[in-house]
């Protein structure tokens, strides 16, 4: 179990399906009430990636996820900005390979945050592991619209290959649905982070329950 502030939640190995809410490629959303949904349902991690807003209104809306998620044993994690995960309270940031150093986050963080770092290469796996990363989010796994700036293709061979080289919990992203969702997980993967395939279908909490069968 990970002990973070004064709390027990799951092992990062168990976040099958890890959710990231994007109010900004998904405006037609009600954030809160969309956690709430999913909470319910069963989501394993939630992750609020806020990229134009101003700091004050992204600071808000964090603090109230940390409280509805923090009530729920749910771990949530701050998309690239250090410093709202830490002044909200949440369980962790999510980092990409040009945002902050992790090892100045965990500086700033200190030993008890999750910290997870994106990868798209064997060389770059290693180099997060060496420097204390406590997950990977690998990918793109496959073709994906919910990011612009998106890296060389992994595929799952491309998985396998990072999988072999690390023995961190690896969160899968790029592409993934029900399709493909268990494929995912037998080329290595711990778990699978989803945007649209949750957050643009019409039954979420129906979506996030035909997930959880198809990881389980």
């Given at each position: 179990m ?9 092992p ?28 319910a ?10 990229k134009q ?10 603090s ?13 994690i701050?998309n ?8 909200c ?10 945002d ?6 965990r ?69 993934i649905n029900?399709?493909?969702a ?6 290595g ?9 949750i ?5 979420l ?12």
């Open positions: 990970v002990k973070n502030k004064n709390r027990i939640i799951s990062i190995k168990n976040w099958r399906l890890y959710l990231i809410i994007d109010p900004e490629l998904y405006p037609q959303i009600n954030v809160f009430e969309v956690t709430k949904e999913a909470i349902a069963g989501i394993s991690a939630v992750q609020l990636r806020v807003a101003p700091s004050r209104d992204f600071f808000h809306l964090a109230q996820l940390t409280l509805l998620l923090q009530a729920a044993s749910i771990p949530f701050i690239d900005r250090v410093d709202i995960a830490l002044a309270g949440a369980d962790g940031v999510h980092l990409g390979q040009q902050l150093p992790l090892e100045v986050a500086k700033i963080l200190g030993p008890n945050k999750i910290i997870g770092l994106s990868v798209n290469t064997v060389a770059e796996a290693w180099e997060a592991e060496k420097k204390g990363a406590d997950y990977l989010g690998v990918g793109p796994i496959f073709p994906t619209s919910s990011k612009k700036d998106i890296r060389n293709l992994l595929g799952l061979s491309g998985l396998k290959k990072i999988r072999e080289a690390t023995s961190l919990p690896l969160m899968a992203i790029g592409g029900l399709d493909n268990a494929a995912v997980l037998q080329a993967a711990d778990g699978v982070a989803v945007i649209s395939a957050l643009g279908a019409a039954n909490s129906l979506q996030i329950k035909k997930f959880l069968q198809v990881l389980s």
